[in-house]
């Protein structure tokens, strides 16, 4: 037997982009399905994970998903230059967990995830 399932939005790929967007509209009352082609979401992990501290709290990322940065090293083969800054402006994030959780703020606002 088949199943049938009926949505306004599919988005695919599970990731911060389409975590994001399905988010967005089941926020705003659409029926949202969110594919991801892994077992689970951020099975693979394809960057660093280092950005804004901003961008970080527009998104409302919880603390425990970041480390902020307060020195820099930048090295050559012939010279080294560090710089630090009492306030942190940069992060590194728990990628895996960053996107565990925008995924799960998705489903929340009710989309549907599919692994």
């Given at each position: ?113 599919f692994t």
């Amino acid at each position: 037997m088949t199943q049938r399932f009926e949505y306004d939005v599919v988005v695919v790929g599970g990731g911060p982009a389409g975590s994001s967007a399905a988010y967005e509209a089941a926020k705003n009352g659409v029926k949202v399905a969110l594919l991801e082609k892994e077992e689970t979401i951020a099975e693979t992990v394809r960057t660093s994970g280092v950005t804004w501290i901003q961008n970080i709290k527009e998104f409302g990322i919880p603390d425990d998903c970041f480390n902020p940065i307060r020195n820099f090293s930048f090295c050559s083969p012939n010279n080294e230059v560090t710089i630090s800054d009492t306030v942190p402006r940069a992060a590194v994030l728990d990628v895996r967990k960053t996107y565990r959780w925008l995924a799960e703020q998705a489903k929340n606002q009710g989309a549907d995830i599919f692994t």
